[in-house]
């Protein structure tokens, strides 16, 4: 069994190269949407669930009924807010983030837990894997942090590759459990 262990033993700490990252963001630039992105934001959203296998869920209309929905009374009480990635001139990724107010009443005492929801983050096919999915949710952070929440929340389909991303950063599984009423 000594070469078991031998085996399975951790290496000791300075053969452990550390983990380096080529920086792939140069000229890519992360900002709110303009309003003529808006759909372009909305075509993404659709694209996200097509790209997950989830489409036949969604409805058709998913695009426009998200276009709608930027620019509602509801957006704006919500504070939603699109982010893109722009590279050579045009939107290779966004995400959006705004205030959460599911479940209940408002009856968290805000300075304490103010949640925060994130929502249709996608990048194009070819631009992934260089770190913009990351870079759209740290963005996102910072706005939901200026809109004054204390925590970040978002789903993360398992088994598919945003979770990976979101699980890098330091998200976890939260309280929330589901049951499927047939
Ligand atoms: C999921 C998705 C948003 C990820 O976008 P992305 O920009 O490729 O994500 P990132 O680049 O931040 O991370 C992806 C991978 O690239 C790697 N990577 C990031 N920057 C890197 C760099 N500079 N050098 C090498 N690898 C890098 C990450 O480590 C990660 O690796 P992993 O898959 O092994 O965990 C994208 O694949 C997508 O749009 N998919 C379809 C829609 C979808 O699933 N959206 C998420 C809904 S929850």
């Known amino acids: ?29 992360f900002r709110p949407a303009t309003e003529a992105e808006w759909p372009t934001v909305s075509a993404n959203f659709y694209s996200m669930w097509q790209d997950m296998g989830l489409s036949s869920m969604i409805v058709e209309d998913c695009a426009t009924q998200t276009l709608k929905f930027l620019g509602s009374d509801r957006a704006t009480e919500l504070k939603v807010c699109p982010i893109v990635a722009v590279a050579d001139d045009k939107v290779v990724g966004s995400g959006l983030c ?6 209940y ?11 925060g929801w994130i ?38 389909a398992p088994g598919k590759p945003g979770r ?7 998200y976890t599984d939260y309280e929330l459990m589901e049951l499927h009423l047939e």
């Open 164 to 170: 990976r991303v979101y699980s890098r950063m330091g």
């Open 1 to 29: 069994m000594i070469g078991t262990e031998a085996a399975t033993a951790p290496a000791p700490a300075s053969t452990i190269a550390p983990t380096k990252r080529e920086n792939r963001l140069d000229g890519i630039t």
């Open 105 to 115: 009443p408002l009856i968290y005492k805000t300075s304490e837990y103010r949640e």
């Open 98 to 103: 705004q205030l959460f107010e599911g479940y």
């Open 119 to 156: 929502w249709g983050v996608y990048v194009s096919p070819e631009y992934r894997k260089r770190g913009i999915a990351e870079q759209i949710v740290k963005t996102c952070n910072e706005r939901l942090k200026e809109i004054g929440c204390t925590h970040s929340l978002l789903h993360a």
